[in-house]
């Protein structure tokens, strides 16, 4: 957390996959490195990033307030993030002012690329 690491909550099967809304949720800690978001979990042996997000392919499929079943799983007032990368659904739950970051840097990308939301249709 000393460098610059922010508390996000992953989950790799998103809500609407799962029978049960509370599973799958891992605390970990995110960092930026320019283009990627690199995901580390709290309660891992493994020495590099659990999971790296890139923002060029990053997209955000749908924002919301945790579920009932969620609210012991995750951050208190923590918001909800549906996400998809190369194919990839998956779920981050992060506190309002670390979502206000990672909206912010997903929103910074270079010109004539996608901001990484996704066109109504």
Known sequence: ???????????RRPAVLSKDASAGWHFGV???RGDQFA?????????GATIVL???DLEI???RAPLDAETYAIP???WVLRCRGRGTD???????GVLTGFLSWLEARPPGLSTGYRQAS
């Open 90 to 96: 998956l779920e981050l739950a992060m506190a309002p």
């Open 61 to 63: 499929v749908e924002r």
């Open 30 to 32: 995110g960092r930026y």
């Open 76 to 78: 208190n007032a923590a």
């Open 54 to 56: 890139d923002r060029t």
């Open 1 to 11: 957390m000393r460098g610059g690491g922010v508390d996000v909550c992953l989950r």
């Open 39 to 47: 995901w580390y979990r709290l309660t891992s042996f493994r020495p």
